[in-house]
Protein backbone atom coordinates (compact mmCIF):
# COMPACT_ATOMS: atom_id res chain seq x y z
CA UNK A 1 0.00 0.00 0.00
CA UNK A 2 1.30 3.10 -1.12
CA UNK A 3 0.88 6.29 1.04
CA UNK A 4 1.67 9.96 -0.31
CA UNK A 5 2.69 12.53 1.60
CA UNK A 6 2.11 16.13 0.61
CA UNK A 7 2.70 19.74 2.04
CA UNK A 8 6.43 20.13 3.39
CA UNK A 9 8.78 22.89 2.05
CA UNK A 10 10.82 25.19 3.36
CA UNK A 11 9.29 27.70 5.94
CA UNK A 12 10.27 30.28 8.22
CA UNK A 13 10.50 29.71 12.17
CA UNK A 14 6.78 31.09 13.44
CA UNK A 15 5.31 29.92 10.48
CA UNK A 16 3.18 27.30 9.57
CA UNK A 17 2.77 24.43 7.17
CA UNK A 18 -0.75 21.95 6.43
CA UNK A 19 0.98 18.23 5.62
CA UNK A 20 -1.78 15.61 3.49
CA UNK A 21 -0.95 12.40 3.57
CA UNK A 22 -3.46 10.05 0.74
CA UNK A 23 -4.77 6.60 1.27
CA UNK A 24 -5.37 4.66 -1.01
CA UNK A 25 -9.05 3.26 -1.50
CA UNK A 26 -10.64 2.46 1.66
CA UNK A 27 -7.27 1.20 3.20
CA UNK A 28 -7.23 3.32 6.58
CA UNK A 29 -11.17 3.42 6.85
CA UNK A 30 -11.33 1.70 9.59
CA UNK A 31 -7.81 2.43 11.22
CA UNK A 32 -6.44 4.78 12.95
CA UNK A 33 -3.88 7.11 11.39
CA UNK A 34 -0.25 8.82 13.01
CA UNK A 35 2.58 10.81 11.61
CA UNK A 36 5.96 10.55 12.84
CA UNK A 37 8.99 12.39 12.04
CA UNK A 38 12.97 11.81 11.89
CA UNK A 39 16.36 13.41 11.32
CA UNK A 40 18.98 11.90 9.98
CA UNK A 41 20.98 9.40 12.69
CA UNK A 42 17.97 9.64 14.88
CA UNK A 43 14.98 7.53 15.78
CA UNK A 44 11.52 7.95 14.00
CA UNK A 45 9.77 9.58 16.78
CA UNK A 46 5.48 10.35 17.13
CA UNK A 47 4.54 13.40 16.44
CA UNK A 48 0.46 12.77 17.04
CA UNK A 49 -2.07 10.56 15.82
CA UNK A 50 -6.07 10.36 15.42
CA UNK A 51 -8.64 7.17 15.71
CA UNK A 52 -10.01 5.96 12.70
CA UNK A 53 -13.73 8.35 12.83
CA UNK A 54 -11.59 11.34 14.38
CA UNK A 55 -12.91 11.54 17.54
CA UNK A 56 -9.66 10.81 20.11
CA UNK A 57 -6.69 12.20 18.50
CA UNK A 58 -2.78 12.52 20.60
CA UNK A 59 0.15 14.95 20.48
CA UNK A 60 3.74 14.33 22.13
CA UNK A 61 4.33 16.97 24.66
CA UNK A 62 7.09 18.96 22.05
CA UNK A 63 3.90 19.82 19.30
CA UNK A 64 0.62 19.28 20.97
CA UNK A 65 0.19 23.04 21.28
CA UNK A 66 1.06 24.18 17.81
CA UNK A 67 0.28 20.98 16.09
CA UNK A 68 -3.43 19.51 14.61
CA UNK A 69 -4.31 16.24 13.43
CA UNK A 70 -7.25 15.71 11.18
CA UNK A 71 -8.82 13.69 8.80
CA UNK A 72 -11.54 13.41 6.35
CA UNK A 73 -12.36 9.85 5.52
CA UNK A 74 -14.65 10.98 2.27
CA UNK A 75 -10.94 12.15 1.21
CA UNK A 76 -9.54 9.12 2.28
CA UNK A 77 -6.80 11.85 3.54
CA UNK A 78 -5.12 12.83 6.84
CA UNK A 79 -3.81 15.97 7.98
CA UNK A 80 -1.05 17.87 10.03
CA UNK A 81 -1.33 21.16 10.82
CA UNK A 82 1.65 22.81 12.14
CA UNK A 83 1.92 26.25 13.41
CA UNK A 84 4.27 28.58 14.94
CA UNK A 85 7.08 26.17 13.68
CA UNK A 86 10.81 26.01 15.14
CA UNK A 87 14.20 25.12 13.81
CA UNK A 88 13.60 21.38 16.09
CA UNK A 89 10.46 20.79 14.04
CA UNK A 90 13.09 20.14 10.44
CA UNK A 91 12.65 16.31 10.20
CA UNK A 92 11.43 13.94 7.39
CA UNK A 93 7.22 13.56 8.21
CA UNK A 94 5.87 10.15 7.90
CA UNK A 95 2.13 9.38 7.61
CA UNK A 96 1.31 5.97 9.31
CA UNK A 97 -1.88 3.33 8.95
CA UNK A 98 -2.74 1.31 12.26
CA UNK A 99 -3.53 -1.94 12.56
CA UNK A 100 -6.66 -1.29 14.62
CA UNK A 101 -9.31 1.44 15.08
CA UNK A 102 -7.30 3.43 17.74
CA UNK A 103 -4.10 4.95 18.13
CA UNK A 104 -0.60 4.69 19.61
CA UNK A 105 2.51 6.30 19.93
CA UNK A 106 4.53 2.77 19.27
CA UNK A 107 5.63 2.28 15.86
CA UNK A 108 5.07 -1.41 15.53
CA UNK A 109 1.46 -0.45 15.67
CA UNK A 110 1.29 1.05 12.45
CA UNK A 111 1.43 -1.40 9.22
CA UNK A 112 1.91 1.19 6.48
CA UNK A 113 4.21 3.86 5.67
CA UNK A 114 4.28 6.85 3.40
CA UNK A 115 7.54 7.86 2.08
CA UNK A 116 7.89 10.92 3.76
CA UNK A 117 8.04 14.74 3.09
CA UNK A 118 10.57 17.11 4.06
CA UNK A 119 10.09 19.98 6.38
CA UNK A 120 12.86 22.66 6.70
CA UNK A 121 12.64 25.80 9.72
CA UNK A 122 15.01 27.91 9.30
CA UNK A 123 15.95 30.84 11.83
Known amino acids: VQLQAFGGGLVQAGGSLRLSCAVP????????MAWFRQVPGEEREFVAA????????SASDSVKDRFTISRDNTRNTVYLQMNSLKPEDTAVYYC?????????????????WGQGTLVTVSS
Open 96 to 112: AVGRGSGYSADRSFYRY
Open 25 to 32: GRTASNNG
Open 50 to 57: ISWNGGST
